[in-house]
């Protein structure tokens, strides 16, 4: 992250040399379970058919078509019955001219057999059956390969594994697939004023909402989140903290102190490490922020503003896309959606702002109406949006009724 720096980065500037510094995770194979969500990593071609083998759609016997032509209610005909077929039952019986065998849904159609008849159309005879109704040759036979043949793609990589993907990969017989793993996604929050919920509070504390917020964005996006306990403002124990984390992240997120305070714990233990870039990005609110690089294996760390919406639309713009990157998972970024303003906004020049928002769509379209105001730390306007509304740097007012961007935070993409 060295050379000269702008100033004030803007937030596509900053997302940019994120992503470009950031590699995919090694991809390896993950029992079909555990890559659910996943993006797959290699091209998967069935080495199998499916159906496997011709087969019974129906509970009934197996027939010659050519035997059963001519039945009817008025004159049925009658077939001695030479066994009977289960589903997992081996398929050696074959079946002589002018016989029938009882099979189930599934079962291998015996040799011989071109057709099976239902029950429904039958006595269920044991020994002998009469049958009512005539079938046709490949009524209820389900062949081998219709569904699936060998060497077809079944998953091409890239693809995210979802239920479908993954009962396919079983149906074929594969039990793992190579897919690249969930990010360990350590978030540590730092603050002497921070209480663990469920704990006391003292008049001059607040309780640690951050580090949930952010762990469950990111568990949401898809990480393994660990959300370490609160580290107080001191340096020396906040890089004790960082260095127990380090073994098991793949990306570290931390929460305040990074703004000009006189006890901003993360500036003041990470800068001499000359690893970590701190600076501001052209973004209201998530001005201050950090980037960079800690440890042995130069694990990725995002320092995020303390104000909670600040942190979050940190987590939306910078550290969401690259959890994605990390999985393999496209776009990185979360598309924006076009809706008419309901109210009109104001926003300060020279920052892309984010308006927390509520999207709905009606009759009348997609709209958008901003929630709360602009203070970052709202957490109780932030928790009532579905949505931000983007605003441009160089756009200080936009009219209720203008058409605007907005990022729908609850979309899967
Ligand atoms: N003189 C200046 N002061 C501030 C500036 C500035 O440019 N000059 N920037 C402001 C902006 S913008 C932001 S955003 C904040 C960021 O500050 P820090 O990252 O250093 O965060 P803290 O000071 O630690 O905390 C800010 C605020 O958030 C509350 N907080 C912190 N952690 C949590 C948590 N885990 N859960 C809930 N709330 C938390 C904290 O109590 C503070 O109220 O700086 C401005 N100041
Ligand atoms: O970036 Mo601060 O987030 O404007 O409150």
Redesign the pocket.
Do not use: A, F, R, Y
């Given at each position: 992250m060295g050379g000269p720096e702008p100033e004030l980065w803007t937030v596509d500037e900053h997302r940019a040399r994120i992503l470009e510094a950031i590699e995919p995770l090694t991809d390896f194979p993950q029992p079909l379970m555990e890559a659910l969500g996943l993006s797959a990593a290699e091209d998967v071609i069935a080495e199998v058919a499916l159906p496997s083998f011709d087969n019974s759609g129906m509970d009934g016997y197996a027939v010659r078509a050519e035997d059963v032509v001519t039945a009817t209610e008025a004159a049925p005909v009658h077939l001695p019955v030479i066994g009977e077929i289960g589903a997992g039952q081996g398929g050696l019986m074959a079946l002589a001219p002018g016989t029938a065998a009882k099979i189930m849904t599934g079962a291998p159609i015996p040799a011989g057999a071109d057709s099976v008849v239902p029950y429904e159309w039958t006595d269920r005879g044991v020994a002998q059956v009469r049958i009512d109704r005539a079938s046709t040759a490949g009524q209820h036979v389900r062949p081998a390969g219709q569904d699936v043949s060998v060497g077809d793609m079944l998953v091409s990589s890239g693809t995210v594994l979802g239920p479908r993907h993954i009962g396919l990969l079983a149906s074929v017989g594969r039990a793992t697939v190579r897919s690249r793993p969930r990010p360990r996604v350590v978030v540590i929050?730092?603050?002497s004023?921070?209480r663990e919920p469920g704990t006391p509070l003292g008049r001059d504390s607040?309780y640690?909402?951050?580090?949930f917020l952010l762990a469950a964005a990111a568990r949401r996006a898809g990480a393994i989140a660990y959300r370490v306990g609160i580290v107080p403002d001191e340096p020396r124990t906040f890089l004790d903290a960082l260095e127990d984390q380090l073994v098991r992240a793949d990306i570290v997120v931390t929460?305040?102190?990074?703004?000009?305070?006189d006890f901003?714990v993360v500036k003041e233990a990470l800068r001499p490490l000359g690893t970590v870039w701190f600076g501001s990005v052209a973004m209201q609110?998530?001005?201050?922020q950090g980037f960079g690089f800690v440890g042995d294996d130069r694990t990725p760390i995002f320092t995020l503003?303390?104000?909670?919406v600040?942190s979050y639309v940190s987590f939306e713009q910078f550290v969401l896309p690259a959890i994605r990157k990390l999985m393999g998972r496209t776009p990185y970024v979360r598309p924006a959606v076009s809706a008419r303003l309901t109210h009109a906004i104001s926003s300060p020049d020279g920052r892309e702002q984010m308006v927390r928002a509520e999207y709905d769509v009606d009759r009348g379209g997609a709209s958008v109406t901003p929630v709360g105001g602009h203070g970052?730390?709202l957490i109780g306007d932030l928790a009532s949006s579905n949505a931000l509304v983007v605003v441009p740097a160089d756009v200080t007012a936009v009219a209720a009724g203008e058409q605007v961007q907005v990022l729908r935070l609850d979309e899967e993409f």
């Open positions: 929050s730092t603050g004023e921070l607040i640690d909402g951050n580090s929460s305040g102190g990074v703004s000009q305070g901003d609110p998530g001005k201050p503003p303390g104000n909670p600040s970052s730390h």
